[in-house]
């Protein structure tokens, strides 16, 4: 299974940093390959290629505001295999979060 994410929070420093670590960390300890973009004080960081998100099987957007290209994002949305969630619940709820987006993958 394959999940791609972005995770950009109000600030763009703290919290944007820590949705991703947790995610990473969670999807490593489950056998899972993810890509994680950030979006914060730092620019884009590991942008995420669309070729990437047409190949993924769940795309999290960790997100508090608007995202630079939302729109590559727009078939998962259609699809239903998009989950959108402030970065605080991939930091506090990264087992379940990474569960449903395991979930959707099925």
């Known amino acids: ?3 791609v994410a ?3 929070c109000t600030a763009g420093i703290a919290h944007t940093y820590m949705a991703q670590e947790a995610i990473e960390q969670e999807c490593a300890r489950r056998g899972i390959e993810c890509k994680v973009e950030t979006q ?3 620019g884009i960081d590991n942008e995420i290629e669309q070729e990437e998100v047409d ?3 769940v795309a999290i957007l960790a997100v ?3 995202i630079e290209m939302e729109d590559r994002f727009d078939d998962k949305r259609d ?3 998009l989950l959108e969630v402030d970065p605080s619940v991939a930091i506090k709820n ?3 979060l990474i569960g449903e987006a395991a979930a959707l993958a099925e």
């Open 1 to 3: 299974m394959k999940i």
């Open 40 to 42: 914060g004080g730092m």
């Open 6 to 8: 972005v995770c950009a």
């Open 64 to 66: 508090s505001v608007g």
């Open 94 to 96: 990264t087992a379940d």
């Open 55 to 57: 190949a993924a099987d």
């Open 79 to 81: 699809e239903g295999r």
